[in-house]
């Protein structure tokens, strides 16, 4: 009989079984020594030598508990909306740095990394910049935006969304209109991204959008054939963001294979704005776990701290709760990540080496990867002896 179904039937076998799994792997099953275990997020993903960030508000600085777990948890953050159009540049050629500069700054004081979000936008863009109506005039706004905001931050971003949602929803895997494409053609996503490249060579270039992660939509095919094409003309562009905001099952069965995909085009992939509804623990490390499987899988974003923070709070969809408090998907996130809950923490060394087994071996085949992830969401039911 298959060992993992063994185990889901009775609490006592779980244990002898965790044990002998953590007698054959001696040290832990990530290969990493124990010391090398991290109880943060940021500094897990770090092991591996990624990121773990999350969308700031700056309105929300000032809240200690929020503050507090932004400090503690993240490596990388995302201004939420103060590095958007209609706030960097409210009139024409009047720039307003205040919020993102409040949120980088503060970021950079920490050693936290900074993502850039998004300089080419439909929404949240100004009326003045919607309401132009010649292609000469607003090339020249969209690309005296693009190099302005991008010298402000130049050397500080590690990776820009140059591009944002650019794609139409459905079937038709074509550019969505917007002011940018109905005056300047399907041409507009190239020239943003060479404006970009010579702006900040240093950064990082993302194409970022949602519902890009089913590798079966026509979306995601649209959005990797403009990948494939900018790297076979040479047009500039080194990542593809993946927005992840998922429903209640999490991601689509596709999405590793998407982001294998993409990654074999000559582009890292991040995952930048992820959120899930309801945040469920198994739905939380597929998503992780398919980044973890994928080399060129650079990062994760989650988009907030707690439920509150969400933009889609109604449907609790982060991994702290409104108090600050740690739910069951942070567990699974950091598990998966390769780290130990500190609920576990305490627990004897044997049980903590097997379980931490379950979803956090990056270097494991996907195979061995999917069964240790059924181990892990099992286990997790289980309650650990305490110890003194
Ligand atoms: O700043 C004003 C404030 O002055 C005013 O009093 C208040 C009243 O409603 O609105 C405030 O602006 C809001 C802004 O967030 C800041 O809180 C806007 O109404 C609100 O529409 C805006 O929502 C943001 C949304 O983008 C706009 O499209 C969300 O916070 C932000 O999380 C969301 O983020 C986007 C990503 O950029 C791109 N991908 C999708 C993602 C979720 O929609």
């Known amino acids: 009989m298959n060992p993992l179904k063994r185990l889901g039937r ?9 044990a002998t799994a953590a007698l054959l792997t001696p040290g832990t099953a990530t290969g990493a020594p124990d010391a090398d275990r991290a109880g943060t997020l940021g500094a897990q993903a770090a092991q591996s030598g990624r990121y773990f960030g999350t969308a700031v508000a700056a309105g929300r600085l000032g809240d200690g508990t929020y503050a507090g777990i932004l400090d503690r948890e993240f490596n990388s953050v995302t201004a939420e909306n103060e590095m958007k159009w209609d706030t960097t540049e409210p009139s024409r050629g009047s720039f307003n740095f205040g919020p993102g500069d409040q949120i980088a700054g503060r970021a950079q004081a920490r050693g936290q990394r900074l993502r850039g979000h998004t300089l080419v936008w439909h929404s949240q863009l100004p009326g003045w910049v919607s309401s132009i109506r010649d292609a000469n005039t607003l090339r020249g706004v969209m690309n005296n935006h693009i190099t302005t905001v991008m010298n402000r931050y130049k050397g500080r971003i590690h990776s820009w969304d140059v591009v944002n949602e650019a794609f139409a929803d459905g079937g038709s895997g074509q550019h969505r209109p917007s002011v940018f494409q109905n005056l300047l053609g399907d041409g507009f996503i ?5 404006t970009a490249r010579s702006a900040d060579p240093g950064a990082k270039l993302c194409y ?4 890009i992660e089913d590798w079966n939509a026509a979306k995601t095919q649209g959005v990797h054939r403009m990948v494939r094409d900018f790297k076979a003309r040479g047009v500039p562009i080194d990542c593809v963001g993946l927005q992840a905001h998922f429903g209640t099952g999490g991601p689509p069965a596709s999405f590793q294979t998407t982001l294998s995909n993409f990654a074999a085009l000559g ?11 309801q945040a469920s623990p198994n739905a939380y490390a597929n998503t992780v ?6 080399a060129r899988c650079t990062g994760i974003t989650v988009w907030g701290i707690r439920d509150s923070d969400s933009w889609r709070a109604s449907e609790n969809p982060l991994l702290f709760d409104r108090g600050g408090n740690k739910k069951p998907a942070y567990n699974a996130v950091l598990t998966t990540l390769g780290g130990t809950p500190a609920t576990t923490r305490n627990a004897p060394t044997a049980t903590r080496n097997a379980l931490a087994a379950t979803s956090g071996n990056p270097a494991a085949p996907r195979s061995a990867v999917n069964a240790e992830s ?13 110890v003194a």
Request: proline share 2%; aromatic share 8%.
């Open 289 to 294: 776990r398919a980044c973890m499987n994928v």
């Open 208 to 211: 970022n959008d949602y519902n």
């Open 190 to 194: 190239e020239q943003a991204f060479r």
């Open 374 to 386: 059924n181990l892990f969401t099992r286990a997790n039911n289980v309650s650990f002896p305490s």
């Open 10 to 18: 009775r609490r006592a076998s779980v244990l002898g079984l965790l």
């Open 267 to 277: 582009v890292d992939v991040q995952i930048t704005e992820l959120d899930i509804a």
